[in-house]
Nanobody, 122 residues
């Protein structure tokens, strides 16, 4: 089974940047897309962005459009989430997961990583 592994979280000041990585290890069979979600304390897990392995089509939540950018390295089974102009409200645990497409619904996604903490200080 493909198990995503996230990395790259940390503490950054507002206006700063971080790059998260998600690697789908455990086999060559992966689903069509990789999605990123985030969950802040006391809140529901929410969609952030998704990218298709083939073609590279993307989908972004309105809250991150223009600030976050997805890219991928198919040879490394890795997706990157470049996060710029970070805001305190971006603070959350960020998860990646494999999915069949660019859905915004967490129910569409299968294998989930353990998450990586992103903290943005004001």
């Amino acid at each position: 089974q493909v198990q995503p592994v996230e990395s790259g979280g940390g503490l950054v000041q507002a206006g700063g940047a971080l790059r998260l990585s998600c690697t789908a290890s455990g086999g060559i069979f992966r689903r069509a897309a990789m999605g990123w979600f985030r969950q802040a304390p006391g809140k529901e897990r929410e969609f952030v962005a998704a990218i298709a392995w083939i073609g590279g089509n993307t989908n972004y939540a309105d809250s991150v459009k223009g600030r976050f950018t997805l890219s991928k390295d198919n040879a490394r089974n890795t997706v990157y989430l470049q996060m710029n102009s970070l805001k305190p409200e971006d603070t959350a645990v960020y998860y990646c997961a494999t999915g069949p497409g660019l859905s915004t619904s967490r129910n569409s996604y299968g294998s989930w990583g353990q998450g990586t903490q992103v903290t943005v200080s004001s």
